[in-house]
């Protein structure tokens, strides 16, 4: 259980930690809209190799941003296999004089179009994990959770309690590790009494496991109790009048790294729409 | 031999900034009989041994650090691929710390045989482990066995805890800082609850940061210091190697530390003291040997 990668910052000093988590929020939510315009492996290619210039700078190692993929591979696979086989592409004359094959058996199709498509789409769903997954590599839940109250505190004037919201998301994901932890103690405590947690039917697995759930419940009860005791006795009492301890402030690499990511994004746009009916974007990007 | 290990290594996290060396080439035996006490500092790798008596942590094959390890708990060798765990639980018994945290049944009973229930024992044979395990941790049975585990007193919860380790009638008795969180009285009844225990369980191994108890009750201390064996000693040898334990940071009980101080100011008594019993018998054949000096 101490081997999830997903969510856990990697420690280094880089630029990409350093730069403001605002920025690199926006830039992430950017970056995924960005590649819902890809529409062609050579535009894709250009995507990836800004990201794995991206993931350089931040001195996390490939092979451990690579292991979050790990988590959709099944999905992957899947969308994968089921685009190939129900797409029918332009229909069996077009497809045959376009790719030179079409092959039907049973209610499955394999074309050329519908491997296009399938691999785009594989595509697609590895860079929209992989850029996410580098986010919460290089910003710390803390950070990330200030940067969204304040990217939402517009809210506020709709009345919504914008800080109330954070304060519960950055305490959630502060006990994430910690519930884990105990999980895993509670596990042991009955396992070294005999339990067996990977034996039998889905009914007893289940039934296996109440041994471990109810501890928790009482455990997290405890401390949700203990950590509201904790808080009134600081005089925490909501956002009012309160001020932050570290004031976000955009600095250079931040607006670089706004321009960069708008570069992106531009730059995927003119190759998808070719607004000026350039020839050699029309010929780079045919497939 | 109750517990065998040589050269056994564990690193958490290994390639990776988070890397840790939990133990490094430990080599330990506990005999038959023994009162085993572990002490050293927190993260020294106490506890990682010690899960890896009851195969909670299983030795290591990757990264290759344990190619010489051996590792035999109760004629059990787990270094092999596929131990069988079911015995094992069966001979080991673990108390965690702050074994409260494991309760979860509607009744104590209940609670108490959950134990005995996984490994099989036939229903007569349960009651009857439960009725004399709630005894022998000191707790009236007709009292507390229906009763919720909840509703009880912070020490009455950690009885009922024990008492669910001991209903699988362990060979050997493994206990993570047992006292951890109790108020005087409460940690000298558990451990005089320990030692009542062993008389049917025969091997303990107690893991403490308290140096009165491992003096009064252990008869063998390792000590641990970043993953390492420093020694094994017999209380009284440990605790007169000063320097020893001067250099690791750990004290002296506080009985060995007041018979210290005694002997310095004058007062006949052995400075290395170690139970309360002994300095007290000193103590007062000093002040009969005084009032007779006096006659």
């Known amino acids: ?287 | 031999m109750s517990v065998e290990i040589k050269n056994l290594s564990y690193i958490y996290n290994p390639k990776s900034p988070f890397e840790k060396r939990a133990l490094d080439g430990v080599t330990l035996d506990v005999e038959d009989g023994d009162f085993f006490g572990i002490i050293g500092h927190t993260g020294s790798g106490k506890s990682t041994l010690i899960n890896h008596l009851n195969a909670l942590t299983r030795v290591q094959t990757k990264p290759r650090i344990n190619e010489n390890a051996v590792l035999n708990v109760c004629g059990i060798d787990l270094t092999a691929k596929k131990p069988d765990l079911k015995k094992l639980r069966e001979k080991v018994g673990m108390v965690f710390q702050y074994p409260e945290y494991q309760l979860f049944a509607d009744t104590v009973a209940e609670d108490v045989a959950y134990g005995a229930k996984n490994l099989g024992v036939d229903k007569d044979e349960i009651n009857v482990r439960v009725h004399e395990a709630i005894e022998r941790v000191g707790l009236d049975y007709d009292d507390v066995a229906m009763r919720s585990p909840f509703d009880l007193s912070g020490g009455q919860k950690r009885r009922v805890a024990i008492a669910g380790v001991i209903v699988m009638r362990p060979e050997l008795l493994i206990l993570d800082e047992p006292t951890a969180g109790l108020d005087p009285k409460g940690k000298k009844d558990i451990l005089e609850l320990i030692r009542a225990v062993k008389r049917t369980c025969p091997t303990v191994v107690m893991v403490s940061h308290n140096m009165d108890e491992v003096a009064e009750y252990c008869n063998k201390v390792a000590v641990f210091e970043e993953g390492k064996v420093m020694g094994v000693f017999t209380p009284d040898k440990l605790f007169a190697e000063r320097e020893l334990i001067k250099s690791l940071g750990l004290e002296l009980p506080t009985v060995t530390e007041l018979a210290a101080y005694l002997a310095e100011s004058g007062v006949n008594v052995d400075p290395s003291t170690l139970t309360e019993a002994g300095l007290e018998s000193q103590l007062i054949a000093y002040a009969k040997n005084i009032k007779n000096n006096a006659e």
């Open chain 1, 1 to 287: 259980m101490k081997d999830i990668s997903f969510g856990q910052v990697y420690p280094v000093e880089s630029p990409i930690h350093r730069l403001d988590a605002r920025a690199k929020l926006i830039i992430t939510i950017t970056y995924i809209v960005t590649i819902f315009f890809v529409d062609t492996f050579v535009v894709y290619g250009v995507v990836a190799v800004a990201l794995l210039g991206v993931i350089l700078l931040s001195r996390v190692p490939l092979r451990k941003v690579l292991s979050s993929v790990k988590v959709i591979f099944f999905l992957v696979v899947f969308t994968f296999v089921f685009t190939l086989l129900f797409n029918r592409g332009m229909g069996p004359e077009a497809e045959e004089a376009a790719y030179g094959y079409y092959i039907e058996f049973g209610p499955f199709v394999i074309c050329g179009s519908g491997l296009i498509n399938a691999g785009r789409l594989a595509c697609r769903l590895f860079l929209l994990v992989l850029g996410p997954s580098l986010l919460t590599f290089t910003t710390t839940p803390m950070d990330l959770t200030a940067a969204i109250e304040h990217l939402l505190s517009p809210l506020k004037l709709l009345r919504l309690p914008i800080h109330e919201l954070a304060m519960m998301m950055s305490l959630t994901l502060r006990l994430i590790p910690t519930i884990m932890e105990e999980t895993e103690k509670i596990m042991n405590a009955q396992k070294a009494r005999g339990a067996c947690f990977d034996h039998g039917n889905i009914f007893k697995r289940a039934a296996a496991l109440l041994p471990v759930l109810i501890p928790m419940f009482i455990c997290s009860l405890k401390r949700a109790y203990e950590l509201a005791d904790a808080i009134d006795s600081r005089c925490y009492h909501g956002a009012k009048g309160r001020t932050k301890m570290k004031v976000m402030k955009y600095r250079v690499p931040d607006i670089l790294a706004y321009l960069f990511s708008a570069a992106l994004l531009f730059a995927v746009l003119v190759f998808a729409y070719n607004w000026w009916g350039w020839s050699w974007v029309a010929e780079f990007a045919v497939i």
